[in-house]
């Protein structure tokens, strides 16, 4: 049974006439004969009685007629919602991000995407950057933004924004608003990211260039959150490294000290990695497309403090 039969089916059955039908069909009145036929031989029923004056459904035609109507309206509900989506004018996207996106950047991103998309949802889920890369390579979601690269078979990844680190401490803090060697912070109790995440390694590379290792400073607390890090600095349980994004804010309304800390680029790029082109849904494309222009991303982050190539 296949939806041409039932097409046909439903139209003989309306006009009661198979000449008529076969012109609204655009068909050879023999096609439309042998559409019925081939439905009567698979049913193994009759579904008309025929003569030469008018065609009759019989008491299985009638039986039939109202199921055949809602498959065939079920099929054009099926097809038109594929078209839309072909269009992308539906869609589901599941994204997973590194706090500082998933919390910062991507809300602003994904409500300027909905406005030109409006059918299509968005879901995003928050992990650290080995998450992300699981979240990828286990399908949970269609597009990640991790702090490294994500290398694995099938996903393709690229830089999309850099993140500029600053050093942040309590306001009251002795070292705020200070220019400190970076030996001497050593001195002090340091908060920072879990092992795997972008801002901690960037922050462990820059202190090996220096022949530092987080060993040397006065305590190491490890926190599974960027927020969690400024909350734990607000409380004066140490200094850390956290994303301006993050803590752009606070800085400016003096809820947070800065060290300057000269000769060191607390900086790392985000990495935005998504399933490869054959994988790739129409929706996820659509998003990969508006979120790797820079006009549209500049505009959404303009309001943020060190978008991608500030100092």
């Known amino acids: 049974m296949n939806i041409k039969q039932l097409e046909a089916f439903l139209l003989v059955a309306q006009l009661k006439n198979f000449t008529k039908a076969a012109a609204q069909l655009d068909m050879s009145q023999p096609a439309v004969s042998f559409q019925i036929k081939s439905l009567e031989e698979e049913l193994n029923i009759t ?16 039986l039939l007629f109202p199921i055949a109507m809602q498959m065939v309206r079920q099929y054009n509900k099926i097809k038109a919602g594929i078209d839309d989506l072909r269009e992308v004018k539906a869609g589901h996207l599941m994204l997973g991000a590194v706090p500082v996106a998933g919390e910062y950047l991507l809300p602003l991103v994904i409500g300027g995407f909905r406005e ?34 994500v290398k694995a078979e099938g996903i393709e990844c690229e830089p ?3 993140d500029h680190m600053v050093v942040v401490t309590p306001p009251w803090h002795p070292l705020s608003g200070e220019e400190v060697p970076l030996a001497a912070l050593t001195n002090e109790s ?12 960037a ?27 400024i909350n734990a600095v ?18 400016e309304k003096g809820c947070l000290g800065e060290v300057r800390v000269p000769g060191v680029n607390l900086s790392y790029d985000l990495y935005l990695a998504w399933n490869r082109p054959d994988k790739e849904s129409l929706a996820s494309r659509a998003f990969r497309s508006f979120i790797s222009d820079e006009e549209i991303t500049r505009r959404f982050f303009s309001n943020i403090l060190f978008y991608r190539n500030a100092p």
Request: charged content about 20%; aromatic content about 6%.
């Open 203 to 229: 922050l462990e590379q820059q202190l090996l260039k220096h022949n530092i290792t987080l060993d040397q400073f006065s305590s190491v607390l490890e926190l599974g959150s960027t927020q969690a890090v």
């Open 234 to 251: 607000r409380l004066g349980l140490g200094i850390g490294a956290v994303s301006r994004w993050a803590a752009g804010e606070l800085l």
């Open 160 to 162: 999309w924004v850099t």
């Open 47 to 62: 579904l008309f009685e025929r003569n030469d004056k008018k065609v009759v459904l019989t008491e299985a035609g009638r």
């Open 116 to 149: 030109q998309y409006p059918a299509v949802t968005v879901s995003l889920q928050i992990g650290g950057s080995a998450r992300v890369s699981q979240w990828l390579k286990d399908r949970d979601v269609e597009m990640g933004i991790a702090g490294c690269p």
């Open 190 to 201: 340091i908060i920072v990211r879990e092992v795997g995440s972008g801002s901690r390694q």
